[in-house]
């Protein structure tokens, strides 16, 4: 069969095609023929070593996002079955609970072989099966950005009918975050630099779009438009450049779930204190998150934004593109 | 009858003592015969004219006291007189989440305190003080006491077997010590005094670190709790020390900034902790009344005795104000009335 390898880590340059026997059905897998993958722009720091600890085998197989079918499982296999359609928690062992640091030891396309393949050898306890409505390709954007957008609105952020929802930008995480945050009866509030990506976001449903190249001060055109009030939830899907602004653009009692990088600006978080908000860092979700979410999508009939989908032979044009930064909602690979 | 006002709030000195005619209670309102007021830190920046706009000079201070209920006016349902009773000194924040509006009803700030031979306070605010609990322990607990409980059950949800990190040994923090005491937690403290420290491990503190000796504060704590990390910080050292408070964090910790300790940051905070160990920060101000009742009831079944420095008596309350500016004092700061 087919895979993509990280190899050197040196950049998009590096990511190699490989063949490798088919694998073998294992105690507690399933083999899973993948239909599609989806990129995060982790990839793209994975591929350049910048993530994490950086000591993956070049032959690792990249890729935390994507949906198929089970073709085989291995003994003691109880929660999936042949024939099923499904996608994996990111982190493999993370079914319930509470984080831990060393769920880091079973992450797809990080520290264990990811999507990029024909076939699969998955965990089977970090399967879920896909609503029908899905393709595949829509299927397999659900994953990290999926989870980590539910992570933020739900569990953490307790969100309401009536609610104000912040995202910020137009990335997976932030157009997940839309999507289900309107199927759960809230206002949308999305910031682009760019007029185009703002009237597709609207399309999908957003209530407000603002260009933060074109006004600056976002964070009071956020206040302006909610009456004074603010946001009650952020998607803080940049980073500690942008997080002053997030804390004066939130709501009393406002939760701000950050996913982004953690290494510009100087964050004031004065606001956190005089409005009882919270700040919470955010690592994707757990097994049960996505099983939650995934009846969600399957209840409000979402249809995942995939914005481009690329051939399995054409891996680094979809890498490309990532980088580029032209998509709005996720870049997907089909695998057949 | 005698009662403190803040004057021109140009510093302690500027307290006065002043006669006035007996209140009568208002609809909805409580007269109390005061017993026993305390001292927060920020009635010192109330006192000094840095605590928010400036306040009317007849304004009576302080946030927290106790006392008898001598009479209630009319529609006043959940009190009668003769009532034992202290009060939520954000007097409209009853249950809920956070408002800016209980600012403008917060006793000894924006409407009248405890620091007068009889208060005024609305009534729906006011909390029954349980039998064995004297006057003087239950006046120190409203500000102090239910901050740290809004950290630690509110925001934390702390269960028995957490760690409980929190800085300094003022009001707040000596709470927060015996808070997570009484929940089967441990505790870890931090001082610059190792006479102090040796206090709080009288007071059942687990960890107990001198930060002058030890500038790595967290890497102490850190070793000291077998590498895991605490569970929640009553981050009572504002944004200076927070940096350090996310690096002591175990994974999932959950952080509460007190609003009036905050100050401004010097240099920005390190936030990197935060997104890989799922790290929760939220602003603190204070908590409701329905906190209070919980945190008695816990009290009163626990047998937890606020920590009281001294005690001051109502003509010397000037003294009160400025043994908490120059002294090394442990837990909370008392002034007798009546």
């Not at chain 2, 959950?254 to 990197?272: D, H, K, Q, S, T």
Request: glycine share 12%.
């Amino acid at each position: 069969m087919k895979v993509w390898e990280i190899g050197e880590q040196q950049g998009l340059g590096s990511l190699r095609a490989a063949t490798r026997p088919e694998p073998e059905t294992t105690r507690g897998h399933a083999i899973i023929k993948v239909r599609a993958s989806a990129l995060n722009h982790r990839d793209l720091m994975i591929i350049a070593k910048r993530y994490g600890a950086n000591v993956r085998p070049e032959t690792r197989v990249p890729l935390s996002d994507g949906a198929g079918e089970v073709i085989a499982i291995g003994e003691g296999v109880t929660d999936v079955k042949i024939g099923d359609r499904v996608v994996a928690n990111m982190f493999a062992d993370w079914t319930e609970g509470a984080w831990v640091p060393g769920l880091f030891g079973a992450d797809y396309g990080n520290t264990i072989d990811g999507w990029a393949t024909e076939r699969l050898s998955a965990p089977a306890r970090s399967l879920a099966k896909i609503p029908d409505h899905l393709s595949w390709e829509e299927a397999a954007t659900i994953a990290s950005a999926g989870v980590t957008a539910w992570n933020i609105l739900e569990p953490f952020g307790h969100l309401k009918a009536g609610d104000t929802v912040l995202a910020l930008g137009t990335g997976g995480v932030s157009v997940w975050g839309l999507q289900l945050a309107k199927a759960a009866g809230a206002r949308v509030i999305i910031t682009s630099s760019s007029d185009q990506k703002l009237a597709k976001v609207k399309a999908l449903g957003a209530d407000i779009g603002i260009n933060y190249k074109t006004t600056p001060d976002w964070d009071k055109a956020v206040l302006d438009a909610t009456h004074g009030a603010g946001a009650d939830i952020v998607l803080e899907t940049v980073g500690t450049g942008t997080l002053t602004r997030s804390i004066n653009a939130a709501a009393f009692n406002g939760r701000i779930g950050m996913v982004g990088g953690l290494d510009a600006g100087q964050p004031q978080l004065f606001g956190l204190v005089a409005k009882n908000a919270v700040l919470g860092g955010i690592t994707v979700g757990n097994r049960r998150m996505l099983v939650d979410m995934l009846k969600s999508v399957g209840a409000a009939k979402i249809k995942p934004a995939v914005d481009k989908v690329f051939a399995f032979d054409d891996m680094p044009k979809a890498y490309a593109y990532l980088e580029s930064a032209a998509h709005i909602g996720k870049v997907v690979v089909r695998h057949d | 009858m005698k009662t403190w006002e803040l004057g021109d709030q140009k510093g302690i000195a500027s307290l006065r003592m002043a006669e006035r005619a007996e209140p009568k209670p208002g609809p909805g309102q409580a007269v109390i015969a005061v017993k026993a007021c305390s001292l927060n830190r920020r009635d010192i920046g109330i006192a000094g004219g840095t605590y928010g706009a400036a306040k009317p000079a007849t304004r009576i201070p302080l946030s927290d006291g106790a006392g008898d209920v001598v009479a209630i006016g009319p529609d006043v349902t959940g009190v009668k007189v003769g009532d034992r009773v202290t009060a939520s000194h954000y007097t409209t924040w009853l249950d809920g989440t956070f408002d800016p509006s209980v600012r403008n009803a917060d006793l000894g700030v924006s409407i009248d305190g405890w620091l007068t031979e009889r208060a005024v306070i609305p009534a729906a605010a006011l909390v029954p003080i349980p039998d064995k609990m004297s006057y003087a322990e239950a006046a120190a607990l409203p500000v102090a006491a239910v901050t740290a409980w809004s950290v630690i059950e509110g925001l934390g949800r702390i269960k028995s077997g957490d760690i409980v990190l929190t800085l300094g040994t003022g009001g707040v923090s000596i709470f927060a010590l015996q808070i997570a005491k009484m929940n089967g937690a441990r505790a870890a403290i931090t001082s610059s005094s190792d006479e102090k420290l040796a206090r709080c491990k009288d007071l059942g503190a687990d960890i107990v670190v001198n930060y002058k000796t030890r500038p790595d504060w967290d890497k102490a704590i850190r070793d000291q709790t077998g590498g895991r990390g605490v569970d929640i910080v009553v981050e009572t050292g504002g944004f200076a020390t927070l940096s350090q408070s996310l690096a002591a964090c175990a994974p999932n910790a959950r952080v509460g900034m007190i609003g009036a300790l905050a100050g401004r940051p010097e240099a920005p905070p390190a936030l990197f902790p935060m997104v890989g160990n799922n790290i929760t920060l939220k602003g603190i101000t204070s908590g409701t009344r329905r906190m209070f009742v919980e945190l008695l009831k816990a009290m009163d079944a626990t047998d937890m005795k606020p920590v009281i420095d001294k005690t001051f008596a109502f003509d010397d309350a000037v003294n009160a104000y400025q043994y908490m500016v120059d002294s090394d004092f442990i837990g909370k700061i008392v002034v007798s009335v009546g």
